[in-house]
């Protein structure tokens, strides 16, 4: 990309990237910031130089004055939203600006609509930010959106997080589009400690032209910029906070490389069972296939390649499929209930349910398969369990070097939750879950599962 300012490739920090677009000459525009105060806008004019770069910055924080300029939104904090203000934004730029500097600007739009965390802590931390420009004078816009989950604990913080990262995109976009490799990472610069996450990514324009959306979104897991990523069953990327919001969830996990559904009625039988679980479960729950980068039946992660085949494969029978780094269960209770409160089930097989309450994998917590436990089945979470031929039972737990000696189970016919037993002393756990149908059995249809 051509530049009126010289680029220091050194790394630098949001004052210094800040100043170094300020000092652009062909850097021109306006910053739209609804929420978390002006604190993109203020690290440019705290640099000094400004005036060279900011042709306007606002904020419309009520409502109905939001809607008079940017029109009616289903939910303030929203794609939806976001893209109605960088539209509007950066067509008052050409028409006002275009005229009598076009040749030599490229103007460009920095907006943003986030939530931040509230007086008392119960909502959920999170935005929208996007920048429209050109690459070069004259030349079509491009564009970067951003969903981002804000993790500070108070909203001074969350802000100031905000404020950086929005520095961050601009430079990325001004200078790094042509590398995602290097734009990606340098959007967290100087927001180390996982204090903002970013779990979709949407390019569009002709400086992205070419790019694999799906593959640009699992480098955000690669990258370390996300801990999920979802695609709905036409392999587009998801806002996980608009498909997840408020809605009861079924989620399966998997590596999902052989034939997927062995009970065709599983997903309907699994519906029905967390309708029955009460206020909120009448709703349609949303089904979707996790794939875990770290799945513990392999020593290494899987590739880009193996990831999309899954995707592609699992697209083709119609599943929205969520790509994760986490390797415990209860890490995905806990990113779940960001985005919804209703009824949530796990849908697993019986063979699972032995590891699920294995004391060895949790030895990095001090409550071991207790503290688990707590964090896994949160308020109206539930294992929804699928039946697994004793033979198959038994093969899974060898394939895993699980020792079958601390279990009791059928020697033939379906091995269920309920015919289960652990021998050693997390039976009496293991016990109160089933009798407390917090772990429950789905019946299904058995004979696609029995070997011919």
Same mark, same amino acid.
Request: hydrophobic residues 40%; aromatic residues 10%; glycine residues 6%.
């Given at each position: ?19 170094? !677009? ?26 000094? %130089?400004? /005036?060279?770069?900011?042709?306007? /910055? ?7 004055? /939001? ?45 943003? #609509? ?29 564009? !970067? ?30 200078? +790094?589009?042509?590398? !995602? ?31 694999? &959306?799906?593959?640009?979104? !699992? ?21 996980? #906070? ?12 998997? /590596? ?29 729950? %949303? ?19 193996? @990831?999309?085949? @899954?995707?592609?494969? +699992?697209?083709?029978?119609? *599943? ?22 209703? &009824?949530?089930?796990?849908? @697993? ?35 929804? @369990? ?23 189970? &059928? ?11 652990? %021998? *050693? ?28």
């Amino acid at each position: 990309m051509t530049s009126g300012a010289k680029l220091n490739t050194d790394p630098l920090d949001p004052h210094h990237k800040a100043l170094h !677009i300020n000092l652009d000459p062909q850097r021109y525009g306006t910053i739209a910031e609804i929420g978390a105060g002006q604190e993109i806008a203020s690290w440019f004019f705290r640099v000094g %130089a400004a /005036s060279g770069t900011i042709a306007k /910055s606002m904020s419309a924080y009520d409502m109905l004055v /939001s809607d008079n300029i940017y029109g009616k939104a289903s939910r303030y904090v929203s794609k939806e939203r976001l893209i109605s203000m960088l539209a509007h934004e950066f067509s008052l730029l050409i028409e006002r600006l275009g005229p009598p500097r076009g040749a030599e600007t490229g103007f460009f739009t920095i907006a943003d #609509t986030v939530s931040a965390r509230n007086f008392a802590g119960t909502n959920e931390s999170h935005g929208w930010i996007g920048i429209r420009f050109q690459g070069s004078p004259k030349a079509e816009p491009s564009q !970067i959106i951003l969903h981002v989950n804000m993790t500070d604990q108070d909203s001074m913080r969350q802000s100031e997080a905000l404020g950086v990262l929005g520095v961050n995109l601009a430079y990325g976009a001004f200078y +790094l589009s042509g590398d !995602i490799n290097a734009l990606l990472p340098s959007l967290l610069d100087s927001l180390a400690g996982g204090r903002v996450e970013i779990d979709y990514i949407e390019l569009s324009g002709p400086l992205f032209a070419g790019l694999d &959306p799906r593959l640009v979104t !699992i480098a955000l897991l690669r990258k370390g910029l996300a801990n999920a990523i979802l695609f709905d069953s036409d392999q587009r990327p998801l806002p996980p #906070t608009e498909f997840f919001h408020k809605r009861p969830i079924l989620l399966e996990r998997g /590596s999902f490389r052989a034939l997927h559904h062995m009970f065709p009625d599983l997903a309907a039988q699994c519906n029905a069972k967390l309708r029955s679980f009460g206020e909120g479960a009448e709703k349609e729950a %949303a089904y979707v296939l996790e794939l875990s980068l770290n799945n513990i039946l392999r020593t290494q992660q899987s590739t880009d390649e193996e @990831v999309l085949d @899954v995707v592609e494969q +699992l697209s083709k029978q119609h *599943h929205n499929i969520l790509v994760s780094t986490y390797s415990q269960f209860f890490h995905l209770t806990q990113y779940l209930r960001r985005y919804s409160s209703s &009824p949530f089930g796990f849908v @697993v097989s019986s063979a699972l349910l032995p590891l699920l309450l294995e004391d060895d994998r949790y030895a990095l917590l001090s409550g071991g398969v207790l503290e688990a436990s707590a964090r896994l089945f949160q308020q109206r979470v539930h294992l929804l @369990v699928y039946p697994v031929e004793s033979k198959l039972f038994s093969s899974y737990l060898e394939l895993v070097n699980f020792n079958t000696s601390r279990i009791s189970f &059928p020697a033939s016919g379906m091995v269920r939750a309920g015919n289960l037993s652990l %021998a *050693h002393v997390n039976q009496h756990l293991y016990r109160f879950l089933v009798e407390s149908k917090i772990i429950v059995d789905v019946d299904v249809d058995e004979s696609f599962a029995t070997p011919s």
